[in-house]
């Protein structure tokens, strides 16, 4: 993914840049804040259209989807953290009071077209018009998944108040949080062909939106636990981009999602 931390770092050296140039006059962020934490998912019915070489065009019916949460490989596999779902934040508060801010989300989550499924397929396989019921299997007819991640990377608003205050330091104990914003997917597609599985490579591949809202609780100073549910709209208008045995196969299709999210945070005062 050497082009998405590409992306990223250009992101945040121009949001540097900015608050840079602005303390010369007036601040332009007040603070920043890091997240790291886990996802489960849940997700609509999609009409996945595939498209070939050699005229092969068809349209998955309603197709069922799951997610991939592997979250015991925390505890089995403690350094490898990316092989659950997992989620990053990069937050920079836009006043004092720390009530506003933007902030570059990116949600890995999996999306997984649920094998022995049967799905009603139109379309044209091989020249042949077809428009009847199949089964989803690997061997004989097709399975799709983004388990290297459906990987929405996006920009949110954040606006968060103050529930409940420290006795003692009257600062935020609990705070209710909402967020909504706009990105781009990035996924790497596994797509197996009559037995044939073919190999693909990360790629921008379409847009989502999002909203968000939950709480941050803050047992300490500047350290978070963050609990939110979120939802929204996934469109990949061309997964795949093929790098081996076959080129030219395409998968468009959208979906809704509910995603819960647990997180740990860190703020940063500049």
Same mark, same amino acid.
């Given at each position: 993914?050497?082009?998405?931390k590409?992306?990223?770092?250009?992101?945040?050296?121009?949001?540097?840049?900015?608050?840079?140039?602005a303390?010369?006059?007036?601040?332009?962020?007040?603070?920043?804040?890091?997240?790291?934490?886990?996802?489960?998912?849940?997700?609509?019915?999609?009409?996945?259209?595939?498209t070939?070489?050699?005229?092969?065009?068809? @349209? #998955?019916? /309603?197709? &069922?989807?799951? =997610?991939?949460?592997?979250?015991d490989? *925390?505890?089995?596999?403690?350094?490898? $953290?990316?092989?659950?779902?997992?989620?990053?934040?990069?937050?920079?508060?836009?006043?004092?009071?720390?009530?506003?801010?933007?902030?570059?989300?990116?949600?890995?989550?999996?999306?997984?077209?649920?094998?022995?499924?049967?799905?009603?397929?139109?379309?044209?396989?091989?020249?042949?018009r077809?428009?009847?019921?199949?089964?989803?299997?690997?061997?004989?007819?097709?399975?799709?998944?983004?388990?290297?991640?459906?990987?929405?990377?996006?920009?949110?608003?954040?606006?968060?108040? @103050? #529930?409940? /205050?420290? &006795?003692?330091? =009257?600062?935020?104990?609990?705070?209710? *949080?909402?967020?909504?914003?706009?990105? $781009?997917?990035?996924?790497?597609?596994?797509?197996?062909?009559?037995?044939?599985?073919?190999?693909?490579?990360?790629?921008?591949?379409g847009?989502?939106?999002?909203?968000?809202?939950?709480?941050?609780?803050?047992?300490?100073?500047?350290?978070?636990?963050?609990?939110?549910?979120?939802?929204?709209?996934?469109?990949?208008?061309?997964?795949?981009?093929?790098?081996?045995?076959?080129?030219?196969?395409?998968?468009?299709?959208?979906?809704?999602?509910?995603?819960?999210?647990?997180?740990?945070?860190?703020?940063?005062?500049?």
């Open positions: 993914m050497y082009f998405l590409k992306l990223i770092a250009l992101f945040l050296f121009g949001l540097f840049t900015l608050s840079a140039n303390q010369k006059k007036n601040r332009l962020f007040s603070g920043m804040y890091i997240q790291w934490g886990y996802n489960t998912e849940w997700y609509t019915k999609s009409n996945i259209r595939i070939m070489p050699g005229g092969t065009d068809f @349209t #998955l019916h /309603k197709a &069922k989807a799951h =997610d991939r949460p592997d979250l490989g *925390i505890y089995t596999k403690p350094l490898e $953290i990316s092989i659950p779902q997992y989620n990053y934040r990069i937050g920079f508060y836009l006043n004092p009071a720390k009530t506003k801010a933007l902030e570059l989300n990116f949600d890995h989550a999996k999306y997984i077209v649920t094998d022995g499924q049967k799905v009603r397929v139109t379309g044209t396989i091989d020249g042949k077809i428009d009847g019921d199949s089964i989803i299997n690997a061997d004989n007819f097709l399975h799709l998944e983004h388990t290297d991640g459906a990987n929405w990377l996006h920009l949110n608003y954040v606006q968060q108040q @103050t #529930l409940l /205050k420290k &006795k003692k330091t =009257d600062a935020a104990l609990v705070t209710f *949080i909402w967020k909504a914003g706009a990105g $781009i997917n990035i996924p790497r597609t596994d797509f197996t062909w009559k037995g044939d599985k073919l190999n693909n490579k990360f790629h921008i591949a847009f989502n939106i999002s909203a968000e809202a939950g709480v941050r609780y803050y047992p300490f100073k500047k350290f978070f636990i963050e609990a939110t549910g979120k939802t929204g709209y996934v469109n990949y208008l061309s997964a795949l981009s093929n790098v081996t045995q076959k080129s030219g196969i395409r998968a468009k299709h959208s979906f809704g999602y509910i995603e819960l999210i647990g997180t740990i945070g860190y703020d940063i005062n500049f």
